[in-house]
């Protein structure tokens, strides 16, 4: 199994709506990503989560709270999202040790922020 | 820090012909890794080829090559016999040898004409 299953696969969303979006993986990866993609951009990391522990936070603002119930869990808490914020939110895994470098990554979620 | 840089934003090419993409870097590390990703219109960002700088060998997958040239921190995508599917963003990336999350280019799109 080497696919990464991001759940919703497009959201709508009002600007006061409270909402998640989940990310499972059964590759035995211990790093966990989110990454923002605006069209016709490369993806911006967000989030890194090392062995279940936030690792890296690049100043993402507080209205996206990330989540890493267990290894093969990732969630994207949206709480008071702007119109900027729509985008195509992307989350990856992979190995952090060895010579598997790859990153697998799921289709995305599709968030519209009204 | 890693800076990958990808100076054709749209290419073009005919079914069956070949076509490279450019793309170059920088890092102070030593140990690091360079990749191809594909996006097609689909979302799913999909690994086309891997190289690890410690290896003189370009890397090859079937019908993608790279010509990694270490000195000039430069890392070229052939693809030959282009087929339609190929159509897609191609982002190069890199990534260190410890901390593992990509750093990508701005882009290629690349179009397969019939």
């Known amino acids: 199994d080497t696919e990464v299953t991001q759940t919703p696969k497009h959201l709508v969303m009002g600007m006061t709506n409270k909402k998640s979006l989940k990310c499972e993986q059964h590759m035995g990866h211990r790093a966990m990503y989110w990454y923002k993609q605006k069209a016709k951009k490369p993806p911006e990391l967000m989030f890194v989560?090392?062995?279940?522990?936030?690792?890296i936070n690049e100043s993402v603002p507080s209205r996206f709270s990330p989540e890493c119930p267990n290894s093969s869990l990732l969630n994207l808490h949206l709480h008071a999202l702007q119109p900027e914020d729509s985008a195509l939110y992307l989350c990856?895994?992979?190995?952090?040790?060895?010579?598997?470098?790859?990153?697998?990554f799921g289709q995305g979620t599709r968030l519209t922020v009204v | 820090a890693q800076t990958v840089t990808q100076s054709q934003p749209e290419m073009s090419v005919q079914e069956a012909e070949t076509v490279t993409l450019s793309c170059t870097y920088d890092t102070s590390e030593s140990n690091y890794y360079l990749f191809w990703y594909k996006q097609p219109p689909s979302r799913q960002m999909i690994l086309v080829i891997r190289q690890e700088a410690y290896k003189q060998q370009n890397a090859t997958e079937n019908r993608f090559s790279v010509n990694f040239q270490k000195a000039a921190k430069s890392f070229s995508l052939k693809i030959s016999d282009s087929q339609l599917g190929d159509t897609a963003m191609y982002f190069c990336a890199s990534a260190d040898g410890s901390a593992r999350q990509l750093t990508f280019g701005s882009g290629t799109q690349l179009t397969v004409l019939p």
């Open positions: 990856a895994s992979s190995e952090l040790r060895g010579a598997n470098t790859e990153a697998f």
């Open positions: 989560y090392s062995y279940e522990k936030l690792s």
